[in-house]
Structure formats: C-alpha cells, structure tokens
C-alpha cells in the first residue's frame, strides 16, 4: 500500500466536480491509486485513518460539500451541526493521542440523526415542525449519549415526514415544513417515510451513517425505497429517552447504512439500558456478549430456515413502499438464498392476514392515545419550548397554516386529541394487536422453526411493527420505479440471526448500486 502520493485528492474544490462527474465509476475501497470517501464503509474508513490518508476533518468536509450541493435537491438534511468540524478536529486530535485500541469502530465517523432525536447542542430537535423550534432539551436523547460515547460525530439533523406521519392522513410523504419535500435518492420521487432524510443522505453519500425511527415502516420502507439497509431493532433495544415519541408500545431507534456491517456497528453502538427508558432494561437480555459485529459471517446464510407466506405478495399495492414489478426479482431472490444454504419453508399461511391487511385491526385506535399520552410527556420534559401539549400543537397549526399545502391539515392529531388516556377501546385494541401477534406470526415462526420471515419490500411491517419485533431491509433490485428492499424479520432479540441472514445475502448479491446522480441537473 502506497503513503500519501494522493494526499491532493482532499482538495475537494478541486476534486469534487470531477468526483461527480464520475460518480458510478468510483470504487469505494482503499488501495494503493487512492481513496474514495463516496460509498466508504466504516471499516474502509477506519482503514483510511490508519494510514493517515484520511482525517475526520477532511470526512466532515466532504459531507458538508455534497450537502451543500445535494441538499438543495434531495432535502434529506434538515440542519447541519455548526460544531460538526470542531468535533472532527477533537477526534482527530484523541486518534493522534489514544492507543487505536481505545477507539471505538465509530470514533471519528459522521452520522445523522433524524430529526426527532433531541441533542443537547446547537442544534434544534423539531420533529420537522415549526412548534418545536426553539424548544430546549433537558438532555441528549439516550441513543445520542451512546453514539457521543464511542466518538461519532453527530453531523446533522436528517428531514422527516413532519411528526412521523402523526399530524395528517393527507401529508406528503417525506414532506415537513422545516425541510420541504425530501426527494427519493434514485427517482426524485417518493421517498417513503418517515424516516425519509435519513434513507435519503446515507444513499445520496451526504453522510456516512444515519439514524432512523420507526413506528410502523418508518425505518424498512424508507431504506427499502433508497435502497440502504436498515435496522428496525426490538422494541426497547435501543432507548427512546429524548425521542418525540409515537408509542412507547411500538417506537423504536434503529440505523440506516449502506451496508449492514456499517447498520450492525451503529447497533451495536446504540443499544443498552438508559434509565430513562425503562423498556431498555427488559430488552437488555437481547444484547450477545461481543457485540454485533461477530455476526458478519459470509456463510451466515448457511442452515437458517426462512419463512415463505406467498399471499404478501397479492398484497404489494396496499403498502406505500409496494413497486410493482419487484416479485420476479424476490424470486429470484429467494433463489440466491437457497443457493447459499438456506432452507426456504415455502408455502406458509399467517393466519388473520385478511383482518390484518383488510380491516381496521385495532393498530391506529391504540396509536392515538398513545400518542397524545407519549408527545405531552416529551413536551412536559423540555427545559423550554413554544409549545407544551399536543393541544397546544394544534393550536400552533391552526395558526400557522401551511399555505403550499392547502390540503394538510390535522385530521390524525385532532383524533388522537380526542382520546382520553387507554380506556375501553384502547384496550381492546391492543388485545387485538396481542391477539394476532400470538396467533399469526409468533405461531408462524415458532411452529415451522422459523430463524426469519422473508418478504417483499416493506409489506410485513405492520406484523414486524405491533409486536415489537425486529426487522432489517436489505437492498434487493431495481424496478423503472426505483429500487427496492427484501425484509427479513424475526421474533424479538433476533437481531444476531437477521444480521447473519441480512449480510449473508448483501455478500451474496452486492445489489446497491449508488443513485444516478449524473441523471440529475445539479
Ligand atoms: C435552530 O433554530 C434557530 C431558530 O430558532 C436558528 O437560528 C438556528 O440556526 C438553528 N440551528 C441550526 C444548527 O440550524
Ligand atoms: C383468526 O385465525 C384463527 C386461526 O386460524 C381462526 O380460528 C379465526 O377465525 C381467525 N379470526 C378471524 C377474525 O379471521
């Protein structure tokens, strides 16, 4: 391996238009011609330190530049940390000083985080709303303090559908008025949500790392729509202290990577009890002595018994991240898997998937209340904020309408200010949900011996979501409407397992390609 013969190539003004010009061609290793930081994983990264052909402030500054350029298009970033390069200069300072076995895989790496996840910085943590501006927080949220701990350098704030999806049925997806319309990285079109910016800069390579939230399919469809991997961890895995929250019930904090070596380090980084979320202590038996990493395994596909429910696939149109000519490539899919020693246990029928897809199953009369109970605690805690209860939230609206969206309202914030507390019918509700968890999938994965459920894009998410349960969207094909993910999801601490699966078949297939970016008039 060569020294620093291509030290010129961080002079990014020079470098970037000839670095765009040529964006498909570039490969994202290190080698001895030289270092791409576009499409860089963590470990080539941590590599290019090593060697000293790479320091974070040049890392932070390449991202700065193609959020500078990108931004104004693909509106995935909401807000860039103003200590974001005093930060990098910090943690190249501590890998000059500190033995590299002292360092974390994290430490000196770029992330971004969703802006719903409260830091304690410069920066604004608004659920994408202008209610929230200004707003002080008590602390960093408990997902931070972790990634602050193994030395990531928290980038920016990432663009979302505004309130996870929790203000209005009519709202576009990956829209906020903070952000504006966060644009799929491949098409221009729908990015899913809600978890949109997030997906959007890990695969438009304006950041390097990224952290989503998910309710229900706001961390699987997002990537499975930008073709990035993501990690929809079991519920209280990972804290949601300092999170504006959906449901405790259902909420939960997971990475979204190109890759799932970078995905399984951000988990591994993030998991752990935090008092301040008290699910965390539970769900902390879930967490492998070793971390997550030993579960990169090439041969990880090797004997795992999946899970094959052919009726999803009549299904794919009822879900937002649906495309439409995906299933010949999910068979073809599903080909490569058993090529690599997976047992398919084909053919298996989830019992009530008709009430789950087709009736009012109970999922939303359970969200409401909780949500309305979860956003007044979040807003009680701040230090200072414009707002202070989901009433007054709707009153900040009604006072400041949206005037490019006339139709968004807040028809999904005035139902769930209606609800008062978990009565009758909230309880009834989640009986339900318990009810079809235990007689559908739980039932599914514990009679066939089931390591994971596989699945089209992100159509088993509502099942992944009510339980739960874990899940990871791993990058599988490309359509004339954008790409799309394969989802295996798993009961809960799964995680070990999906990671296995997940990374068995990325090495298998390496389907990501990086987005078109030369199609685009920058
Ligand atoms: C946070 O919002 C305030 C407006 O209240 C703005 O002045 C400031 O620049 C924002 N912070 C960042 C990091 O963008
Ligand atoms: C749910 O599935 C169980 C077991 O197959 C069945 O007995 C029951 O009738 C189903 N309920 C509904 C509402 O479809």
């Given amino acids: 391996m060569g020294t620093n013969q291509r030290v010129s190539f961080f002079s990014f003004s020079f470098f970037l238009p000839i670095l765009l010009a040529i964006l498909s061609s570039v490969p994202s290793t290190v080698s001895g011609n030289g270092f791409s930081i576009r499409e860089a994983t963590v470990r080539d990264l941590q590599l290019a330190f090593k060697y000293n ?66 830091t304690k910085d410069k920066m604004n943590s608004t659920a994408g709303s202008f209610a929230l501006l200004g707003s002080v927080v008590p602390r960093d949220a408990g997902v931070v303090a972790r990634l602050r701990k193994a030395g990531a350098i928290i980038l920016g704030k990432a663009s979302m559908t505004e ?20 644009k799929n990285a491949y098409t221009l079109g729908n990015p899913c949500g809600s978890s949109s910016g997030s997906a959007i800069s890990v695969a438009t390579n304006m950041a390097a790392l990224s952290l989503g939230v998910e309710t ?81 395994r090439i041969d990880g596909l090797r004997g795992k018994r999946l899970g094959v429910v052919r009726d999803f696939e009549n299904l794919l149109h009822l879900n937002p991240g649906g495309v439409s000519a ?20 084909d053919n298996l029928k989830l019992d009530n998937i008709t009430e789950l897809y087709f009736t009012d199953y109970g999922e939303l009369v359970a969200l409401r209340a909780e949500f309305k109970l979860s956003l007044n605690a979040y807003l009680k805690e701040l230090i200072a904020s ?10 900040f609206n009604k006072n400041n309408p949206v005037l490019e969206k006339i139709e968004y309202g807040q028809d999904t914030m005035l139902q769930a200010q209606a609800t008062n507390g978990i009565g009758k019918a909230e309880k009834a509700a989640r009986q339900n949900l318990k009810r079809l968890t235990k007689n559908g999938f739980v039932k599914l994965m514990k009679k066939n011996k089931l390591d994971a459920l596989v699945t089209p894009v992100d159509i088993s998410s509502r099942i992944l979501a009510i339980g739960g349960f874990p899940g990871i969207s791993v990058p599988a094909g490309y359509t004339k409407d954008g790409p799309f993910g394969i989802c295996f999801g798993g009961l809960k601490g799964s995680e070990p397992k999906l990671i296995e699966i997940a ?9 990501r390609k990086p987005p078109p970016l030369q199609n685009f008039k920058l």
């Avoid at 209005?168 to 966060?182: H, K, N, V």
């Fill in 53 to 118: 052909r790479l320091t974070s402030r040049q890392l932070v500054e390449f991202y700065l530049e193609q959020i500078h350029r990108l931004n104004p298009i693909f509106h995935g970033i909401s807000e860039v940390n103003p200590d974001a390069l005093d930060l990098a200069d910090k943690a190249d300072q501590e890998r000059r000083t500190k033995a590299p076995e002292s360092l974390s895989r994290l430490h000196g790496i770029p992330i971004v985080l969703k802006d719903n996840i409260a």
């Fill in 163 to 182: 309130w996870s999806f929790f203000r209005s049925t009519t709202a576009p997806i990956g829209w906020s008025p903070r952000s504006g319309q966060g």
């Fill in 216 to 296: 229900d399919d706001s961390i699987i469809c997002p990537s499975s729509r930008n073709s990035v991997v993501g990690i929809k961890p079991t519920v209280g895995l990972t804290s949601r202290s300092g999170v504006v929250a959906v449901s405790p019930r259902q909420d939960t904090v997971g990475p979204i990577c190109r890759t799932v070596s970078d995905a399984a380090y951000v988990l591994e980084a993030i998991v752990g009890v935090d008092i301040h979320d008290h699910a965390t202590i539970k769900a902390s038996k879930y967490i492998p002595k070793g971390g997550y990493a030993q579960f990169l």
């Fill in 326 to 345: 995906s299933i010949e490539t999910f068979h073809q899919n599903l080909n490569t898997l058993r090529q690599r020693g997976a047992i398919l246990v």
């Fill in 386 to 395: 414009p707002v202070r209860s989901l009433a007054d939230v709707i009153e």
């Fill in 503 to 511: 990374y068995g078949f990325e090495q298998a297939t390496k389907i």
